[in-house]
């Protein structure tokens, strides 16, 4: 299990949400529909509390709390981006 953040996605989120070095961006689990997938990945800047999954990447900390990694069932999550939008693979 974990987190890998692409070149391209960190460059988003550097240029359209501001985030800079030093930096912590948390990835979560919301619950958004109660349909086909009911759950879908937020993102937010956070300070960890009980960090399960960490990666560091050009000097910004992304995470998932362990209350959180569930939603991996063991997976990596690749966080891309597709234009302005950032994007989530699983493998």
Not at 1 to 4: A, F, G, P
Not at 77 to 91: A, K, W, Y
């Given at each position: 299990?974990?987190?890998?953040v692409?070149?391209?996605?960190?460059?988003?989120?550097?240029?359209?949400?501001?985030?800079?070095?030093?930096?912590?961006?948390?990835?979560?689990?919301?619950?958004?529909?109660?349909?086909?997938t009911?759950?879908?990945?937020?993102?937010?800047?956070?300070?960890?509390?009980?960090?399960?999954?960490?990666?560091?990447?050009?000097?910004?900390?992304?995470?998932?709390?362990?209350?959180?990694?569930?939603?991996?069932?063991?997976?990596s999550?690749?966080?891309?981006?597709?234009?302005?939008?950032?994007?989530?693979?699983?493998?």
């Open positions: 299990m974990e987190l890998i692409t070149p391209s996605a960190l460059s988003c989120f550097k240029e359209e949400w501001g985030i800079g070095q030093g930096e912590t961006v948390r990835i979560f689990v919301r619950y958004v529909s109660g349909g086909e009911p759950f879908a990945f937020g993102i937010t800047r956070d300070t960890p509390i009980d960090a399960a999954v960490v990666t560091v990447a050009g000097e910004v900390t992304f995470y998932m709390e362990s209350k959180d990694v569930w939603f991996l069932e063991g997976k999550l690749r966080i891309d981006n597709q234009g302005e939008d950032i994007v989530f693979h699983f493998s």
